[in-house]
C-alpha cells in the first residue's frame, strides 16, 4: 500500500532562506544514510565506542516480521502473537498492562488513537467483544495502584468471562523498579483470585520481556506458558512496532499486521525519496535549521482533537531522551487543540520566538458528523444560528485554518502533518516515520540517538534510597 501521509512544511519553508535549505541537503541525505548503515555495524558485532549503544534493530524490523509471517503463518512471531491475542481476547474482560516508558507509552498511544475514548464504559457487545484496557506499573502512585486494586475486587466470579481479567507485563530486564513492584502486587491479586496454582494464574498473564533478566527468570519459574521477547538490539522508546506495542494491541483487536505494513512502507520512502518527497528528511530539514538558524529550541507537536495526544507524548518520550544530550536537543511539548489555544494559544502567538509547530490533523473522522441544531430565535442566544448545520469536522478545519494564518501573519512557522484517516496502517507511518527522523535528526547533530544514561540516575539513586544506602 502506498504511503498516505503527508507532510506540508509550505508555511514553514518562507521563512527558509535557499541557501539554509541547499546547505542541509546533502548532510541530511549523509545522516540518513548513516542511520542505515548503522543496521551492518549492529550485526557485524563489532560496534565502534562513538557509536555504543547501537539499537538500530527497529528500522528493519516491520519488514522482517511481514516476511517470516509470510512464510511460516501460525509460527512467525506475528503468527504466535495474534494466536495468544485470540485468547485472551475470547476469554478476559479486562487486560491490565504493566509498564513504563516505551513498554507503555506506544499502547497507551494505539489505543487512544483506534478507540473510543469511552471503551471501558461500553458493554461487551458494544466493545466489539474487545477486553477494557487498563494501564498501570508506569509510576508508584499509591491511590491510582489502590483505585485499579479495588476495581479489580468487584471481580466475584472467576468463571464468568465478564468478570475475568489478566496482565500482560512489559520490561526488558524485569529491573524497572515501577513495573516490578507493580507485577508483584497484581500478580498477587491475581493468584489470589484464580488460585495461585490455577490454569488461569499461568495462562492469564503473558510476560513480555527479554531473553535473560529478572522477568524472564521469574517468568521461568512461574512456568508461563506464553512469552514473547523484546528483541535485542532495539531500545524501549523504539520498541512500539515490537511485541510489546503489537501483542497487547493484537489482544485488543487491532490490525498489527497493517501496521507492520505501514511502518515497512515508510522504512522503504525514507531510505530511498529525496529531500521535497521524503516526509521524515523533510520534518527533519525544517525543525533542524529553524533550531539552528532562528533559535526556535521548542518542537510543538499540535494535535487537532483528542485522539493523537497519547501519540504526541510518546513522541515527547522519544525526542527528548534521543536528543536530549550533550547539553543540546529541541525540547518537545504536545498540545490538543483547540482545548489548548485557551490556554497556550497567547504565548505561541505572541510569546518568546522559540517554537516550531507540526500541526497534526487527521483528515477523515471516524464517526458521521456532529451537527450544530437550528433553534428557535428566542433561543438564539449564543447566536449560532448563523452556524446551524455545519458539521464539527467544518468547525475544526476553520480552526486550523484561522490559527495557522494568525501564525503566519506574524512569521510564526508552522507545518501540517496530514493523516487521511486514522487506522492501523497510517499509525505504522507515523510512528516509524517518527523513529527514522529521531535518529536521523540525531547522527546530523553528531549525537548519539541511542541509549539514554541520564534516566539512568535516578533509578539508581532511588533504589539505594530503598535500600538505605542513600
Not at 509470510?70 to 504493566?98: F, H, P, W, Y
Not at 525514507?270 to 528528511?281: C, E, F, I, R, S
Not at 529541541?330 to 498540545?335: G, N, Q, S
Amino acid at each position: 500500500m502506498a504511503i498516505t501521509l503527508k507532510y506540508d512544511y509550505s508555511a514553514s519553508r518562507k521563512l527558509i532562506s535557499n541557501e539554509q535549505w541547499s546547505q542541509v541537503h546533502q548532510p541530511l541525505l549523509a545522516a540518513r544514510d548513516e542511520a542505515y548503515a548503522d543496521i551492518s555495524i549492529m550485526q557485524s558485532g563489532s560496534i565502534p565506542a562513538d557509536k555504543d549503544p547501537l539499537d538500530a534493530g527497529f528500522i528493519n524490523y516491520p519488514q522482517n516480521l511481514l516476511d517470516e509471517y509470510a512464510r511460516d503463518k501460525n509460527n512467525s512471531l506475528v503468527g504466535r502473537m495474534l494466536t495468544s491475542a485470540e485468547i485472551l481476547k475470547s476469554q478476559l474482560d479486562r487486560l491490565v498492562v504493566l509498564g513504563i516508558g516505551g513498554s507503555y507509552m506506544g499502547l497507551r498511544a494505539i489505543y487512544e488513537a483506534l478507540f473510543n475514548p469511552y471503551h471501558n464504559e461500553l458493554d461487551r457487545p458494544s466493545r466489539g467483544n474487545i477486553p477494557k484496557l487498563s494501564f498501570e506499573g508506569n509510576n508508584v502512585d499509591n491511590d491510582a495502584i489502590a483505585a485499579l486494586l479495588s476495581l479489580l475486587k468487584t471481580c466475584d466470579d472467576p468463571q464468568d468471562l465478564m468478570k475475568r481479567w489478566g496482565i500482560v507485563v512489559i520490561s526488558k530486564s524485569g529491573g524497572t523498579l515501577e513495573t516490578a513492584a507493580a507485577f508483584r502486587i497484581f500478580r498477587e491479586a491475581l493468584e489470589n483470585y484464580y488460585g495461585a496454582d490455577s490454569k488461569e494464574a499461568k495462562e492469564f498473564v503473558v510476560p513480555i520481556t527479554g531473553d535473560v533478566g529478572k522477568l524472564r527468570d521469574l517468568s521461568n519459574l512461574k512456568g508461563y506458558p506464553v512469552t514473547f521477547p523484546i528483541p535485542d538490539g532495539i531500545g524501549g522508546r523504539f520498541s512500539i512496532l515490537t511485541p510489546v506495542g503489537l501483542h497487547p494491541a493484537a489482544a485488543m483487536g487491532v490490525d498489527i499486521v497493517a501496521m507492520l505494513e505501514g511502518a515497512a512502507s515508510m522504512t522503504n520512502l525514507v531510505k530511498t525519496a529525496d529531500l521535497g518527497q521524503n516526509p521524515a528528511l523533510d520534518y527533519v530539514a525544517v525543525c533542524h535549521i529553524m533550531e539552528k538558524a532562528h533559535g526556535m529550541t521548542t518542537r510543538i507537536l499540535s494535535t487537532w482533537g483528542k485522539k493523537l495526544e497519547a501519540v504526541g507524548l510518546w513522541y515527547d518520550q522519544l525526542l527528548a531522551e534521543s536528543l536530549g544530550k550533550e547539553e543540546k536537543g529541541a525540547f518537545p511539548l504536545t498540545v490538543v487543540n483547540t482545548r489548548d489555544l485557551h490556554s497556550r494559544g497567547q504565548q505561541h502567538q505572541e510569546g518568546i520566538r522559540d517554537k516550531i509547530i507540526t500541526n497534526v490533523i487527521v483528515e477523515q473522522s471516524t464517526h458521521s458528523d456532529v451537527t450544530i441544531p437550528q433553534v428557535s430565535d428566542p433561543q438564539d442566544k449564543d447566536q449560532l444560528n448563523k452556524y446551524a448545520g455545519k458539521g464539527m469536522p467544518e468547525v475544526m478545519q476553520a480552526a486550523i485554518k484561522g490559527t495557522n494564518k494568525a501564525y503566519a501573519d506574524v512569521d510564526r512557522p508552522t507545518s501540517d502533518l496530514m493523516i487521511p484517516k486514522l487506522d492501523a496502517h497510517a499509525l505504522g507511518e507515523l510512528f516509524q516515520m517518527f523513529m527514522l527522523a529521531t535518529v536521523i535528526e540525531g547522527r546530523l547533530l553528531k549525537i548519539n540517538p541511542y541509549g539514554q544514561p541520564g534516566v539512568e540516575a535516578y533509578k539508581q539513586n532511588m533504589n539505594a534510597i530503598l535500600s538505605g544506602k542513600m
